[in-house]
């Protein structure tokens, strides 16, 4: 068995020893998976481990992306997959009194555009948090994993990494990344590279954000807020609200929404001398102090979110959004632009409809006091495990509420009968 994979390397006066080693079943057949091992022909890493040397150099066998959303991968032991980062999360850190654990979340999109969840641990999640931390933003990522496993959540499965046989390839000088990259290319233009929407953050895990350091609130208990906080409330998003727009338009230098120059003139701290020979239709930016010269579009977006107890109206922006989406509103409103849809309202916003999301929102003294019931997102997470837990704090309030009920119930039967003697 061992010898279709490493016959070929076996020599006169050569070793190779592999220890802890697992046999599973996959594909139809059976396979040596080394979990760690010691090889005296060439060196690897726990991450860069032992391949197929059937075929391939590197013996990829990809998954196709419809496969795993829709279930019929099911079965399989292990899988590879390919994509473009299109969206990645902060590196989150659990710490207990034993270990420290990292993870990290991040979605992978197809040359069709079909997207799948993945998450890694350990010093693979290291390993790409390194990566993305010195990537160029406007860099497009390829992203190999090689040997990962499926978990299933809420009918999903995700991509993770497997403790020691996964291996990870970030854009490496590798064929099949090589055509895919270009098929990106051909079909999103010259630009393409610039809807890679990445960002990594090691300072506040969200887990800590989401979870303990914020109260939890039901969508009807948000309108009873009278005083200014954040809360998490977990709720689906059911409609986007396209009568308010999807984008605003800001200074490309500072990411500032422009003024107009009334709007600037009851704003602007300082006026500068030339503002009163400026033209009428200028437009102008608080932080730059003068007439905008550069402009890019920003996502504003106001939509409808529902969970058990009602319905609410929430507004996200433009970091929050693109995170979800893995583009850039620049990059939908080019694709407008040159499908002459400008006055459309663009369908990659349609991702985000029926996908339940974790949503820190402010509560400012303007809502409450003028009974303005639209919130700002403050952040988004999408983490499934982070939403299980949160849906399991939820059950357990229920769980109390109730046994709270019948201990009222007994309380007042048990008065009863005393009053009845």
């Not at 503002?275 to 890019?296: G, H, K, M």
Request: proline letters at 2%.
């Amino acid at each position: 068995m061992l010898l279709s994979d490493f016959g070929q390397y076996l020599k006169e006066d050569s070793t190779i020893v592999i220890r802890r080693f697992g046999v599973a079943e996959q594909r139809d057949k059976y396979r040596v998976l080394p979990l760690n091992h010691k090889i005296n022909l060439f060196k690897c890493s726990s991450i860069q481990t032992v391949t197929s040397f059937q075929g391939h150099p590197y013996g990829f066998d990809f998954v196709p992306f419809d496969e795993i959303n829709d279930n019929r991968a099911r079965d399989r032991f292990t899988i590879d997959v390919m994509g473009r980062i299109a969206s990645c999360g902060d590196l989150d850190i659990f710490k207990n009194k034993e270990k420290e654990s990292k993870r990290m979340n991040f979605e992978l999109q197809d040359l069709s555009g079909q997207i799948i969840k993945c998450t890694l641990w350990g010093k693979y999640a290291e390993q790409l948090n390194k990566f993305i931390c010195n990537n160029k933003s406007t860099e497009m990522v390829i992203a190999i994993l090689q040997h990962a496993k499926l978990k299933r959540f809420n009918r999903e499965l995700i991509v993770q990494n497997d403790m020691y046989g996964t291996r990870l390839f970030l854009n490496e000088d590798i064929q099949e990344a090589n055509d895919l990259r270009r098929g990106l290319i051909l079909r999103d233009g010259v630009g393409a590279a610039s809807q890679t929407i990445l960002k990594s953050q090691t300072v506040y895990p969200f887990h800590k954000e989401f979870v303990v350091n914020t109260v939890k609130k039901n969508v009807d208990e948000i309108g009873e807020c009278h005083e200014e906080a954040n809360y998490v409330v977990l709720a689906t998003i059911r409609m986007i609200e396209e009568d308010f727009g999807w984008f605003y338009v800001a200074c490309r230098q500072h990411s500032k929404k422009v003024l107009t120059k009334d709007e600037f003139l009851e704003q602007a701290t300082e006026i500068p001398n030339h503002f009163l020979e400026a033209p009428i239709d200028s437009l102008w930016c608080l932080a730059c102090n003068d007439i905008a010269t550069s402009f890019v579009p920003k996502y504003k977006l106001q939509f409808r979110v529902q969970d058990h107890t009602g319905s609410v109206s929430l507004v996200m922006f433009d970091k929050d959004v693109a995170k979800l989406i893995g583009l850039s509103a620049n990059d939908i409103r080019e694709r407008l632009i040159r499908s002459g849809e400008v006055d459309t309202f663009p369908h990659e916003l349609n991702v985000l409809l029926n996908k339940l999301y974790a949503f820190k929102i402010s509560v400012a003294k303007y809502n409450f006091e003028k009974d303005y019931l639209v919130y700002t997102v403050a952040k988004v997470c999408r983490d499934p495990e982070i939403i299980e837990e949160l849906q399991k704090k939820d059950e357990d309030d229920e769980g109390s509420r109730g046994e709270g009920a019948m201990m009222i119930a007994k309380l007042g039967e048990s008065s009863q009968s005393k009053l009845g003697v």
